[in-house]
């Protein structure tokens, strides 16, 4: 079983909707836990920490679920610019080493 | 936010070359940098650990004697792939960690695409 996975998609969705990922993770021990968003040929961009209390920014809410070992994002009003890679990073308990998820695939269509 | 400058962007060689990828901290100083290399359609996987002032640590699979990573400065981090062949094209992409206050964050270069023929 891998480290940290994730659908990887594509998701096609229109514009304006709501959609949602999820990332599950076998290390219970894990500190921190991140999405990136990776845009063709790019370098991954830091798009939002997730909290245990859960957190929101603008359009974009991610959520973390300890017990059941899975960070979610939930993306409200899909633009065409949201259509990218999206990460999910998972620190391990010493601090020091980041696991990337294999990525989800969004398509924001007209 | 924090700014990692990665160098070159692009890398065209001939199988056999050395390349060297250069990875700075911008306006900050990082002790720990991390190498991946990302295979296209796949996620990026981490080749090392760079650590300023000891050697790298290097992950399950990786040749450190091919892919020799300095790290002389607390802004910079150096990677050699040496006698590189076409199955060594790839994305390789550094990031420099920022400790601040309760956060640790990664702050990723550009990237470089090094394409060996």
């Known amino acids: 079983r891998k480290e940290v996975e994730q659908d990887p998609g594509p998701f096609n969705v229109p514009e304006g909707a709501t959609v949602a990922f999820n990332c599950t993770y076998s290390?219970?021990?894990?500190?921190?836990f991140f999405w990136y968003r990776q845009d063709c040929r790019k370098e991954p961009k830091l798009l939002m920490s997730?909290?245990?209390s859960g957190n929101e920014d603008g359009r974009f809410t991610a959520q973390l679920n300890r017990a059941s070992q899975y960070i979610s994002l939930l993306i409200r009003d899909s633009k065409l610019s949201d259509s990218a890679t999206y990460l999910c990073?998972?620190?391990?308990?010493?601090?020091?080493?980041?696991?990337f998820g294999g990525g989800t695939r969004l398509m924001v269509k007209p | 936010g924090a700014v990692v400058s990665q160098h070159p962007s692009r890398v065209i060689c001939k199988s056999g070359t050395s390349v060297k990828i250069e990875c700075r901290s911008l306006?900050?100083?990082?002790?720990?940098m991390f190498w991946y290399r990302q295979f296209p359609k796949q996620s990026l996987m981490l080749m090392a650990t760079?650590?300023?002032?000891?050697?790298?640590?290097?992950e399950q699979g990786v040749e450190k004697d091919k892919f020799l990573i300095n790290h002389a400065s607390l802004t910079l981090s150096t990677l050699t792939v040496t006698s590189a062949h076409p199955e060594d094209s790839s994305f390789y992409i550094c990031?420099?960690?920022?400790?601040?206050?309760?956060?640790?964050?990664?702050?990723f270069g550009a990237g470089t695409r090094l394409s060996v023929l």
């Open positions: 990031s420099a960690r920022s400790l601040t206050g309760d956060m640790d964050i990664q702050y």
């Open positions: 290390n219970s021990a894990s500190q921190s």
């Open positions: 997730v909290y245990s």
């Open positions: 990073v998972v620190i391990n308990n010493a601090g020091n080493m980041l696991t």
């Open positions: 306006d900050f100083q990082a002790t720990t």
């Open positions: 760079s650590n300023e002032g000891s050697k790298a640590t290097y």
